[in-house]
């Protein structure tokens, strides 16, 4: 929950009543009646179960038209409390379930107001978590082999369409292609796995899990195991509480190997064309030099948000004998022990590879940084931000990954950042003598345009801060170099112009300047025009850098339908990749079974590049 006080028992009936009357007004189409028991400013976010779409409404002007397009085809009942309800200061909060003509889901509310008969709603959850009829199938992790009085077929996907297209002498297509094998794509196929869906994961790297063993070889996970979880299969107690990249790696090959994933490694997407006739993709793959055309009704492109590096055009890198690399190209520091090594960056790669290239014995290590970062470290991002829900004292208080997850995605995007910022401020309050440092050495940091720090930052613009490990006292202690308000006007021969005049020697330059929108991969493989119709691909819209508006209070074109139909994008860090990757596998289940999904609102594309 939000707070942590114990419940009272005498606010089961607040809810209790508030959820039935809600019912009742729904039940008889009742929209107004229905809309007057939210506040007038008051949020109904909804996954999937209402919209068929991941869709915030905010304020009762936009509840009122989302339930006008939508009721009389949902048709919710079943509404039910489930646990305690927690209340404090005047706020009471409780899980429920419910049901709709299609599906069962589980919901959050939070509840304010003057008195308990009058309390209203401030936020509303609705989030699909079944199909009636095509409910998740046990599979390799399942019990005993015998499910719903039959022997379950342990036989992959693959497996069984090989032997029925020898008999047959017919090719069976997929019904989706994921392209990418990092987290996410392999999170959506064991959903898929799940609910019976034919899916097929399109990797181009030889294993799974390369997308991380590729890294630069310092790499590890600055969020929590309790973070990161993969669906089904949580990591084992013994688990290090941050993974190194190839620890994640290895968990990554073998969940592939023990959920029996359909997995095509060494296999490159080249293109993909919507046949309109057909209805259907034509996806063009290279597969151990083989070229092969598959055919899949959806085609989802799970790339990550770590994808397309974005590599600035630096003049003079065609006369630099040094090496000049992308961080996601950085193999580590062992190789440049005595070498004079240049960083372009000050965000989380960069402070990774900047600290290892000093451990490992490099002359000179120096930072480039260009814009302020926001800094926060480790220890008490635990202890104020991520402890609640994801840790240790979290599991043994009954919170299961699930319910953390959930209670995540409760609080609507556009209040974020309010309840965010006091955490924030009492970091910048405990850890006054870190920033106090590394203002003296002239590192630039904040908490954000609006002081909301780190999480508010990650969902405008996936980048921009640094969750420090140790590399920020390098960089106060001088052994990390520094030059800020700077950035790279040249490279010659031996060296590193500034824009400033200052003249650096470099072996080596890393940039470590990001990855581009992920609908890039969308003018790659299709064309520029379906990316155009996509338009920007992560973000809110909170007219923040790098974060144009208009609001559009859900992260753009994640986890939903797009303006392509059939396109889809999955991505994000390993915690968004397990919790959404269950909704965009219900919405491709939904489709597959030819079950009615009228999307509800579209969001119109105003960024498209």
């Not at 032997?163 to 292609?177: F, H, I, M, S």
């Not at 064309?273 to 597969?287: F, I």
């Not at 910022?421 to 920033?435: G, T, V």
């Amino acid at each position: 929950m939000v707070n942590g006080d114990r419940p009272h028992f005498s606010h089961l009936k607040p809810v209790s009543r508030w959820l039935r009357a809600f019912g009742a007004a729904l039940a008889r189409k009742d929209i107004d009646a229905a809309t007057s028991l939210f506040e007038a400013d008051g949020y109904w976010r909804d996954l999937v179960a209402f919209t068929w779409n991941i869709k915030t409404c905010e304020g009762q002007a936009e509840i009122k038209a989302m339930l006008a397009a939508t009721l009389s085809h949902v048709n919710p009942s079943a509404w039910a409390v489930h646990g305690s309800p927690m209340t404090s200061e005047g706020l009471t909060e409780a899980w429920f379930s419910f049901e709709t003509a299609v599906g069962r889901g589980i919901g959050h509310i939070r509840l304010r107001g003057g008195s308990l008969r009058g309390a209203k709603c401030w936020t509303l959850l609705t989030a699909l978590q079944e199909l009636k009829g095509y409910e998740e199938k046990s599979g390799p992790t399942g019990e005993a082999g015998v499910e719903h009085g039959a022997l379950v077929d342990r036989r992959s996907w693959l497996e069984r369409r090989q032997e029925e297209a020898a008999a047959l002498g017919t090719t069976r297509q997929p019904y989706c292609v994921i392209v990418g094998g990092g987290q996410g794509g392999i999170a959506l196929a064991a959903r898929l796995k799940r609910l019976q869906v034919p899916a097929i994961v399109v990797e181009k790297n030889a294993r799974a899990g390369d997308s991380w063993r590729k890294r630069y070889r310092s790499l590890c996970l600055h969020d929590p195991v309790w973070y990161d979880h993969m669906p089904y299969l949580p990591f084992p107690e013994h688990w290090p509480v941050f993974s190194p990249k190839d620890r994640i790696g290895d968990w990554l090959e073998m969940y592939v190997n023990v959920m029996e994933l359909d997995y095509w490694s060494s296999t490159e997407c080249t293109s993909a064309r919507w046949d309109e006739e057909a209805g259907e993709w034509e996806v063009s793959l290279l597969r151990n030099n083989l070229e092969i055309t598959v055919r899949a009704k959806h085609l989802v492109l799970a790339t990550g948000m770590s994808g397309f590096p974005n590599m600035p055009g630096i003049p003079g890198a065609g006369a630099f004998k040094g090496t000049l690399v992308h961080s996601s190209r950085h193999d580590g520091g062992a190789a440049w022990s005595g070498k004079s090594c240049v960083v372009l960056g000050s965000n989380n790669s960069a402070h990774d590879i900047a600290a290892d290239l000093w451990e490992q014995g490099a002359s000179s290590v120096t930072m480039i940084q260009r814009s302020p970062t926001v800094v926060v470290r480790s220890e008490l991002l635990m202890e104020l931000a991520w402890g609640k829900l994801y840790s240790e004292a979290a599991v043994r208080a009954g919170i299961t990954t699930e319910l953390a997850d959930l209670t995540v995605a409760s609080v609507p995007f556009r209040l974020l950042p309010a309840l965010q910022k006091p955490i924030y401020d009492e970091i910048r309050r405990r850890d006054a003598a870190l920033y106090a440092g590394l203002e003296k050495a002239g590192f630039m940091f904040h908490m954000g345009e609006d002081g909301s720090g780190l999480h508010s930052i990650y969902l405008r613009r996936g980048a921009g801060y640094y969750i420090d490990v140790g590399a920020c006292q390098m960089v106060i202690d001088g052994r990390i170099k520094l030059k800020s308000k700077v950035g790279v006007d040249a490279l010659k021969e031996n060296s590193v112009l500034l824009s400033d005049g200052t003249e650096l020697p470099a072996d080596l330059v890393v940039c470590a300047t990001g990855y581009g929108s992920m609908n890039q991969w969308a003018a790659q493989l299709i064309s520029q025009q379906a990316a155009d119709r996509v338009g920007k691909c992560w973000g809110l819209g909170s007219a923040t850098k790098y974060d144009p508006g208009p609001w559009v209070g859900e992260l753009r074109n994640m986890w939903k339908p797009t303006q392509v139909p059939a396109l889809w994008f999955h991505g994000g860090n390993l915690m968004q990749s397990r919790h959404y990757s269950l909704y965009l596998a219900l919405q491709l289940k939904a489709r597959m079974e030819s079950i009615p999904t009228p999307v509800y609102y579209l969001e119109p594309v105003h960024h498209l590049k």
